[in-house]
């Protein structure tokens, strides 16, 4: 298995529409969790954090559940500008700062 | 404020032909890494380097080196370039301590293998 898990999609969906990700990973020791955005393959730039409590960013919203392993992305109200990829990344418990990132879910917002 | 500077942009290798990519923060940050990015397989790590003259194997080290050659400084190099290794190279940096962890990419190497 994996050590960062998600569906590559991509999604397809209308403006206005929401849409939802989701993020498995595979160590339950791992303490920090990110969503990054990448667009047509350059660097990919932090989107959020993801707290123990869930938090909010506008029309985003990252959740995370530790029983289940996972975490997750919603998008309200998707916009044009929304279509991207979207990694998610997990910080590999130790002793050093390892980032381990999913292979990342593709949107394609539509007119 | 530059951030993380990655050169070159583009590179077209033979075969056997070795080359550097060069990196380089100006964040005063600890951890740097780099990563490979093939189509469909996420950012896979490469090598990283925990703070100044410390280097350590990521996932997928098998045909690089590289060298922490002060703290600003990371460069990934390839001894003898492989088709296989074609990709894009992106460096990373981390200030280790910060209570919002957040990594700085350069802005990504297209490497091509023939």
């Known amino acids: 298995r994996k050590e960062v898990e998600q569906d590559p999609g991509p999604f397809n969906v209308p403006e206005g529409a929401t849409v939802a990700f989701n993020c498995t990973y595979s160590?339950?020791?791992?303490?920090?969790f990110f969503w990054y955005r990448q667009d047509c393959r350059k660097e990919p730039k932090l989107l959020m954090s993801?707290?123990?409590s869930g938090n909010e960013d506008g029309r985003f919203t990252a959740q995370l559940n530790r029983a289940s392993q996972y975490i997750s992305l919603l998008i309200r109200d998707s916009k044009l500008s929304d279509s991207a990829t979207y990694l998610c990344?997990?910080?590999?418990?130790?002793?050093?700062?390892?980032?381990?990132f999913g292979r990342g879910t593709s949107l394609i917002v539509h007119p | 404020n530059a951030g993380v500077t990655q050169t070159p942009k583009f590179q077209v290798l033979k075969t056997g032909q070795s080359m550097t990519l060069q990196c380089a923060q100006d964040?005063?940050?600890?951890?740097m890494y780099w990563y490979r990015q093939d189509p469909g397989m996420g950012l896979r790590l490469i090598y990283y380097?925990?703070?100044?003259?410390?280097?350590d194997k990521g996932e997928v080290p098998n045909g690089y080196n590289v060298s922490r050659l002060n703290k600003r400084e990371f460069s990934l190099r390839l001894e003898s370039a492989a088709p296989s290794q074609t990709s894009v190279y992106f460096c990373?940096?981390?200030?280790?301590?910060?209570?919002?962890?957040?990594?700085?990419f350069g802005s990504g190497t297209q490497l091509s293998v023939l």
């Open positions: 990344v997990v910080n590999r418990p130790g002793g050093s700062y390892i980032p381990t």
């Open positions: 160590n339950s020791a791992s303490q920090s």
């Open positions: 993801v707290y123990s």
């Open positions: 964040m005063n940050h600890n951890s």
């Open positions: 380097s925990a703070s100044e003259g410390t280097t």
């Open positions: 990373a940096s981390i200030n280790m301590g910060q209570t919002n962890e957040k990594l700085f």
